[in-house]
Structure formats: C-alpha cells, structure tokens
C-alpha cells in the first residue's frame, strides 16, 4: 500500500525565497526600452519605447527604493532635460529646474548645457540626492530626487578647472563631458568623476574642493601629461567589495588604482597587442575586486572606433588585469563592426553574475555566466548609448 503522507505539522518545510527581479534599462538615440526579468534571466519582457524619437543619453534606477526611475534626455522642443518616474516608467515628468550653468554676469560669455549626459543617485544616507554630469563639462545636484537641480561645487566656473576643461572643439566627437561620478559608499563627502577631457578628480569634503588624479595616466604621443586637458578618461568605476580600489578605460590604455595611493598603473599592457586596450566601457565583480570586464575597440590609425578586426569580444580579468581572458562564446566571429559606447555595459548582482552590453548596431548582448557565452536578447533598437542593469524593490 502507498504510504500516507506525513501531517502537515510533521513535514519539512523550506522558506521561500524571495524573487529576485531585474530591469535592464536601455537608453538610445531614439528613446529608452526597459527589459523585465527574474533571476534566471532566461526570459525577457520588453517595455517601450519611451521618449521615442528623443535621445536618451542615460537612465539610472534608484537603488534606495527600487522603484524611481531618471531619464537624461535631449528633446527637439524641450532641449536638454531630465524626467522622473516613481512608476517604473508608467508615467514621467519633467523637472521643474534641469541641470543649467549658472548665468554668466552681464558683458561676459556662458555657457549652456547642451545634453545631461550622467546621472548617478546620491549616497544612501542621503535619500533624493542626485548628481549629473553635464556637455559641455559641468556638475549638478538634486537633493529632491530630480525635480530641482543646480550647479553643485565651484568646479563649473573655476577658472583653473574651465582650462582644464578645454573649448567645445575638444575631446570626443560629439563633445567634452563630465561623466563617472562616484560616490563612496563608506563616506557621502569622498566623491570621484572624470572629464573628457579633463582627467580624473578627487573631492574629500563634499565637492568644496577637488584634486587632480591624474598621476600614472597616459596621455596621447606627442602631448605633455603635466597638462590636466590632455588627459582623457573614457569610464571610472569603483569596486563595490573594495571601495579603495578603482578601474579606468582611459583613451590611453586600461588601469587601477588602489587607495591610499595616487598613482594609477596601466593594467592593459598584458592585454593582447594585436587587440590593444583602447575602449570605452568597464564594469567590475559586484562582489570580487580582481574582477573586471572591457570591451575593447579598433583605435588605431583614424580611430575607425569599431571591433578590432570586426571581431567583437569582451575581455575580462581575475587578477586585477595581471592576465585577460578573450570571451566571445555566442557573438558574430567576423564581420560585425559595431563598437560599445561608455555607458553601455553593465553588470548585475547575480550568482552567477549577469553582464550587459549594447552596441552602435542597436542590439542588445547578455551573459548569465560572467561572460562565458553570449546571447542577444534584443535587436534592431536604435544605436544604443547607455545601458544599466538593476534590481526592483
């Protein structure tokens, strides 16, 4: 005879687990698309556009509530400005104040923001802060979770750093940016971000006061490396394990940074010559310090800026960029010429982790075993400018 099953009270029971559930939020030339997924990440719901037709140069969710959303956008009747949801996307609204220069003083020329290029939510002991990063360079702050934003530290009109800054015929192609801005989590006053040009600065007290950190960086043949302008990082990101340690794509070569020290050393020379360690984007292991990942592009000659040999491949270390490993399981072996911009490659917190990229073709590229294959999840969205990887509440 069959057994009788236990009594419910005698029965081993499991808790249940919470469901992890992850957006993959994709901003393009032409709008921004959200993915929905749980943890398996098997399955993707897509939602979107949004903003169609408008360019959409970021948009970042809010890790301290899970749920709001800000979009840096670059509209034909609004210019530049940043929308808000605190419904996932269901609804937006404008800022009341976006990111603008302060007024120049009468018989004296300013400067207008032409696109808020990078958002970055404030330290978690400050809730409704944001910074943004702005092209040409300039930095803001909301403290009332983007409606209201302003001109935040003396950088924007300093006259040492508007030299550093170069004019608006320097730096990238479609113009110089302030871009990168970190916030330490241990301390809301240690704050980091990068120009291009510009290099890399440091502030210790709230954005009173910043430093060069440019020590070890390289800059382009032929240029002086004393000279702040010259310096070019592409992305900055600090490992959230080891808040002391930072990586650099620079214009000019891979690097890390280990704090208390001020000089950076240039990882990507063990990267393969024939490849190079020219890129823009990098992102690091949520939860292993010596592990990061690039993608790297064609930069030589007249910088075409496309997959070295139109043979795309993320790279990625173990050991703090003493070796690099080529991971290209799943993506076209030849002939695909697309490259991946600053912003468009993200991670997420998963065991195994999750990696994101999005390309200048408008496909959008996942792995959910740390890069060990390649699968496209999306296609035939416009060419894609940021892509950011987050968990909801």
């Not at 034909?76 to 009341?96: D, I, M």
């Not at 120049?104 to 020329?109: D, K, L, Q, R």
């Not at 330290?123 to 983007?146: I, K, M, N, T, V």
């Not at 620079?250 to 240039?266: F, T």
Request: hydrophobic share 35%; with cysteine; charged share 20%.
């Amino acid at each position: 005879m069959p057994r009788a099953p236990a009594p419910a009270a005698t029965r081993p029971t499991r808790p249940k687990k919470a469901t992890r559930r992850i957006v993959v939020l994709v901003a393009t030339r032409k709008g921004a698309w959200l993915l929905h997924s749980d943890a398996r990440r098997k399955a993707w719901q897509v939602d979107g556009p949004h903003f169609l037709g408008h360019i959409v140069n970021h948009l970042q969710l809010d890790p301290r509530d899970g749920r709001t959303l800000l979009a840096a956008a670059k509209t034909g009747h609004l210019g530049p400005t940043v929308f808000r949801s605190t419904n996932l996307g269901r609804s937006w609204k404008e800022a009341a104040t976006p990111p603008a220069f302060a007024k120049a003083p009468e018989g004296s020329t300013g400067r207008t923001v032409d696109h808020t290029f990078w958002l970055t939510p404030g330290h978690a002991s400050e809730p409704g802060s944001w910074y943004a990063g702005s092209s040409p360079q300039g930095l803001f702050r909301s403290g009332d979770g983007g409606a209201n934003w302003a001109p935040f530290s003396p950088i924007n009109d300093d006259p040492r750093y508007r030299e550093w800054m170069g004019t608006v015929q320097d730096g990238t192609p479609d113009g110089p940016k302030l871009h990168s801005i970190i916030v330490d989590p241990r301390d809301a006053r240690h704050l980091y971000f990068g120009m291009s040009g510009g290099g890399v600065h440091e502030s210790t007290d709230g954005g009173q006061t910043w430093a060069p950190l440019v020590q070890g960086m390289e800059v382009v043949e032929g240029f002086d490396p004393g000279t702040i302008t010259f310096h070019d990082p592409h992305v900055l990101r600090l490992c959230p394990s080891n808040p002391d340690r930072l990586y650099q794509q620079n214009h000019c070569g891979i690097y890390r940074i280990d704090r208390p020290s001020n000089q950076w050393v240039r990882i990507g020379r063990k990267m393969p010559k024939r490849v190079g360690d020219v890129g823009f984007p990098l992102v690091v292991h949520p939860r292993d310090a010596d592990s990061a990942w690039v993608f790297p592009m064609d930069g030589t000659d007249v910088w075409p800026r496309t997959s070295p040999q139109g043979k795309p491949a993320v790279y990625g270390t173990r050991n703090g960029g003493k070796t690099w490993q080529r991971l290209d399981a799943g993506l076209p072996a030849e002939q695909a010429w697309w490259t991946v911009k600053r912003q468009a490659m993200s991670i997420d917190a998963c065991d195994p982790v999750g990696l994101y990229f999005g390309t200048t073709s408008g496909e959008l590229w996942m792995s959910s075993d740390e890069g060990a294959r390649w699968r496209c999840i999306a296609r035939h969205l416009p060419e894609i400018y940021a892509v950011e990887a987050a968990e909801l509440a």
